[in-house]
């Protein structure tokens, strides 16, 4: 089981990385105002236009501000005054979260920039809960139930950014939720 320093090690690093990744999951929401707008405005062509054009934006910002978290990893453990014995943990959690940012962002925008700007809300909460109740949630109990350190344990809730993205991207190639939800009203 984590003890309170491992504990310690994650809430430090979990708040800190949230910092350098919510640039590029605010333009991943953003967009869906910009996505919103154009199928509201019966502009299909341009939402799917937009979609792609935003999504590799949404990407190289995660993947630079996880460039930059890693970078600033020596800073970060000075702020923190962390002591020598977590310092090897929160760096490792660190780097985990930095390499996984990219693939965060880039879900964010699928979820809710692509699907939930199309009314796709079902299939974005199926996903969403998915990914977390029966991937992440399970594997990381079971490595927790193992004993395993704690940088391996948020390892594993990185199972949850694969799972969305396997799922997310199928739906949003498919092209299922460009449409304008307003049309009727």
């Not at 405005?41 to 990407?59: E, P």
Request: glycine share 8%; aromatic share 8%.
């Amino acid at each position: 089981m984590a003890g309170t320093s491992a504990i310690a090690a994650s809430q430090i690093a979990t708040t800190t990385s949230n910092f350098f990744v919510i640039t590029a999951m605010c333009i991943a929401m953003g967009s869906s105002i910009m996505l919103g707008n154009e199928l509201g405005s019966d502009h299909i062509d341009r939402a799917l236009d937009y979609s792609k054009k935003l999504g590799v934006i949404v990407t190289v910002t995660g993947f630079l501000m996880g460039i930059l978290l890693i970078i600033s990893i020596p800073m970060l453990l000075k702020v923190f005054s962390v002591s020598e014995t977590l310092a090897p943990d929160i760096t490792k959690i660190f780097i985990i979260m930095a390499i996984v940012m990219a693939l965060r962002a880039f879900n964010t925008f699928i979820i809710i920039g692509i699907l939930r700007s199309g009314g796709d809300t079902k299939m974005a909460l199926i996903i969403e809960m998915g990914s977390m109740w029966l991937g992440s949630v399970p594997l990381t109990f079971l490595a927790a139930k193992w004993g395993l350190p704690i940088y391996l344990l948020v390892r594993c809730t990185s199972v949850e950014e694969i799972i969305k993205f396997i799922f997310g991207v199928p739906r949003a190639l498919s092209k299922k939720w460009a449409v304008n939800i307003v049309k009727d009203l």
